[in-house]
T-cell receptor
Framework: SAVISQKPSRDICQRGTSLTIQCQVD?????MFWYRQQPGQSLTLIAT?????????ESGFVIDKFPISRPNLTFSTLTVSNMSPEDSSIYLC????????????FGPGTRLTVL | QKEVEQDPGPLSVPEGAIVSLNCTYSNSAFQYFMWYRQYSRKGPELLMYTYSSGNKEDGRFTAQVDKSSKYISLFIRDSQPSDSATYLCAMSAGGGNKLTFGTGTQLKVEL
């Protein structure tokens, strides 16, 4: 398994600003992912963070809004840009995906509120 | 229609009860099935994982997969208040494919 930490754990931001969330894994993992979880809803995959290249975004998510970096196998960042209240959510990163069962291990999440 | 359907609950049971949590899915390519437990204000924690059809047991937890019916279950025996959490099913076609999650079932085990 992998132990994943995220910073910040929570933040309250003003409309129009940007927030960068950091994700650190305690061991090298092949895959890292970013998810959004809104109250009462499932985890929605935003993108797969690729080491040394551009992230792979899911339908409905674009790089200009959610730029992602992954400079090495244990670290990634997600930026939520030009925020609006609709971006208020929990943002989760996960690592793994290379095991036989494709299992992923999650960080504790970042609770974002946009005013 | 969502690829994975899960009753959101909430489900409330007395301590010691047997709990049954279920998901149905539509994508026949799914081969790997997982259950995550998520406590309030925490990230999901991997609880069980299974491949294809059959049962897997781990302590008080049993995961069951019926691919012919596209139906998976998680059973919790002798449920405890500490089992109170949201349980999410997740599945993939494997080989590094992305996970597809259910919406989660909120479980409360009462004293």
């Amino acid at each position: 398994s992998a132990v994943i930490s995220q910073k910040p754990s929570r933040d309250i931001c003003q409309r129009g600003t940007s927030l960068t969330i950091q994700c650190q894994v305690d061991s090298q993992v092949t895959m890292m992912f970013w998810y959004r979880q809104q109250p009462g809803q499932s985890l929605t995959l935003i993108a797969t963070a690729n080491q040394g290249s551009e992230a792979t975004y899911e339908s409905g998510f674009v790089i200009d809004k959610f730029p992602i970096s992954r400079p090495n196998l244990t670290f990634s960042t997600l930026t939520v840009s030009n925020m609006s209240p609709e971006d208020s959510s929990i943002y989760l990163c996960s690592g793994g995906g290379q095991g036989v069962y494709n299992e992923q291990f999650f960080g504790p999440g970042t609770r974002l509120t946009v005013l | 229609q969502k690829e994975v359907e899960q009753d959101p609950g909430p489900l409330s049971v007395p301590e010691g009860a047997i709990v049954s949590l279920n998901c149905t899915y539509s994508n026949s390519a799914f081969q790997y099935f997982m259950w995550y437990r998520q406590y309030s204000r925490k990230g999901p924690e991997l609880l069980m994982y299974t491949y294809s059809s059959g049962n897997k047991e781990d302590g008080r937890f049993t995961a069951q997969v019926d691919k012919s019916s596209k139906y998976i279950s998680l059973f919790i025996r002798d449920s405890q208040p500490s089992d109170s959490a949201t349980y999410l099913c997740a599945m993939s076609a494997g080989g590094g494919n992305k996970l597809t999650f259910g919406t989660g079932t909120q479980l409360k085990v009462e004293l």
